[in-house]
């Protein structure tokens, strides 16, 4: 972990309230990992007077991009910056998705030959910002992934092209129902893990709101598939100092910005 000035390269509106960011970040390439994310101050005064946290979105030979919704007053700000501007980035911090020793364990236990490694994404909202990462890797590695994106209206769905790209099979779903099923993207789950196949029983890595993370947790219990959470807790100092993002688990409390976000779904006590 280190901190930064980092030179804003673009900043593009890409879909309703959401942005990509793209920042210079020398020599960090190799270091992050799908899951890790940037504490971002998002200027130099007091207003907002706490650094936010963004997942790393792309990690490209140019830098770091991440992709950000318009939330509030930070993300507001951000949306204003342009090319050469500077932002004060912590990072990359937490331990990210834990896909290499996951995809290698999975496609021990298969039976007969071994088989390629089938991952299944599920996002709501912003939470597919990390799994877009997460997606290259698992492609790159020779993984097939299943991609469920979760999104309020059709204009807030991101990305889909993007996982489109490296052969993802994707699955839409929105609240109003103007694109995809129509509902939420674990009722889509739910149906698919109900209905098909073995494609989509392996690993789960999922990013979102709690309330979603809960449900995807509870189905993968159901079903027996291990599964990954990032969670969204408020994040202050970042660096595991402040104690504010302590979350329950089966092992005690555990610090979401050190010990996470990333999380085996099984060890969370949801609330
Ligand atoms: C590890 C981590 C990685 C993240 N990565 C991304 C990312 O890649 N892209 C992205 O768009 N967002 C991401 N977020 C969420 C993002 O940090 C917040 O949306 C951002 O801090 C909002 O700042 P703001 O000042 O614009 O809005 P605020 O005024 O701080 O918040 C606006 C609204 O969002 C709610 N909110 C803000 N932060 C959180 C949170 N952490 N959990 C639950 N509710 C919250 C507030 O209650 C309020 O209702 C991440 C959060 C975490 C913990
Ligand atoms: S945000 Fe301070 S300990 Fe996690």
Request: hydrophobic fraction near 35%.
């Amino acid at each position: 972990m280190k901190q930064f000035k980092a030179k804003v390269i673009s900043n593009k509106k890409i879909a309703k309230d959401h942005y990509i960011l793209s920042f210079k970040a020398a020599g960090l390439r190799k270091k992050v990992k799908p899951g890790q994310f940037f504490n971002v101050k998002v200027n130099n005064s007091y207003k907002p007077l706490l650094r936010k946290p963004f997942g790393a979105h792309k990690i490209t030979r140019k830098g770091i991009e991440i992709l950000y919704k318009v939330v509030g007053e930070a993300t507001e700000i951000l949306s204003t910056k342009k090319k050469g501007d500077v932002l004060d980035v912590l990072g990359p911090l937490g331990n990210g998705f834990d896909f290499k020793s996951t995809a290698h364990s999975s496609a021990k236990t298969g039976t007969g030959s071994p088989q390629p490694v089938v991952a299944t994404l599920v996002a709501g909202g912003h939470g597919v910002a990390p799994l877009a990462a997460l997606g290259k890797e698992l492609s790159d590695a020779g993984h097939k992934l299943s991609v469920f994106i979760g999104a309020r209206s059709k204009k807030e769905v991101v990305c889909e092209k993007d996982f489109r790209k490296i052969g993802a099979k994707v699955f839409v779903a929105t609240e109003d129902g103007s694109k995809g099923y129509k509902g939420l993207v674990t009722n889509l789950l739910k149906n698919k893990l109900r209905h098909t196949t073995y494609d989509i029983r392996d690993t789960i890595y999922a990013c979102g709101p709690n309330p979603m993370l809960k449900e995807v947790a509870k189905l993968a219990k159901r079903y027996k598939i291990p599964c990954q959470v990032s969670l969204e807790e408020y994040i202050a100092c970042g660096t595991g100092t402040c104690l504010g993002c302590a979350v329950k688990t089966r092992s005690g409390y555990r610090l979401v910005c050190k010990d996470g976000p990333v999380f085996d779904a099984k060890e969370i006590i949801w609330r």
